[in-house]
Structures are given as structure tokens and as C-alpha cells.
């Protein structure tokens, strides 16, 4: 499986739109085999699709991304994991064992599976009100 991972000093790129490093990584049963970092110069985003389609990603890690961008990758059939932080190393051990989910993954202000941002914050999967 390749997974792609915008990169920016060693962590998850906080904003995938803007990010100029994207590192692709091939997992073979959970177990990173090879990488290798490419630049990223589209910035329409149609161009960044198309980049991700020709370096064959399957699924994307990243920190926050547009809705526009989001829903072009998942209709060409990546697969997206949007709200992520953290170093990269420990985020594909993360997604290679299957605890992404844990909360030091996850962005400030994100929370839930799907890892979209909320007001007020949430607390256990639940909306939580400030006032």
C-alpha cells in the first residue's frame, strides 16, 4: 500500500493545500519497506490530485485540507485521513498498526473518527457547548 504523507520539518504538514513536501511511503503488511520524499509544485487542485494519482498514493495522511480537495481524492479512490499531527515516523507506525485514532494524533480542535473541526470543542464523541 503506498501512503502519502505531507511533510514539513519531520511532521505532518499542517495544512495539506499549501504544503510543498509530500513524502510516499510503501507499506507491505503493515511494514514500511521503502520511502521516498517528492516536491509538490501543483497548486491548483486538480494539478495535486493528478500528482498524487501519478506517484499511485492509495491513502493520504495529512493535517487539515479543503473540502474541494478532499472530496477530489476520495472520487479518484483515495482514501483520506484529514486532522493528523504529529511526527511522521510515529504517525505511519500509527496507521500501520491501527491506532491513528489515538488522540495525540489528532489536530487542535479535531476530534471524532472522521476528524472535522467542531465549535466548542467535543468531549468523548459528543458535541460539548461553552455556553
Known sequence: MR???PVWRGRVSPVFDVA???LVAELVNG???SRREHPLSACDVQQRVAQ???LRVQTLICGAISQPLEALLTEGGI???GGIC????DVLKAFATGTLDDSRFAMPG????RRRRVRGGC???RWRSDG
Open 123 to 125: 468531549q468523548r464523541g
Open 20 to 22: 510543498g513536501q509530500f
Open 31 to 33: 511494514i514500511e519497506v
Open 110 to 113: 479535531w476530534c471524532g473518527r
Open 86 to 89: 504529529g511526527h511522521v515516523d
Open 3 to 5: 501512503v502519502g504523507v
Open 52 to 54: 498524487l494519482a501519478e
Open 79 to 81: 482514501k483520506v485521513y
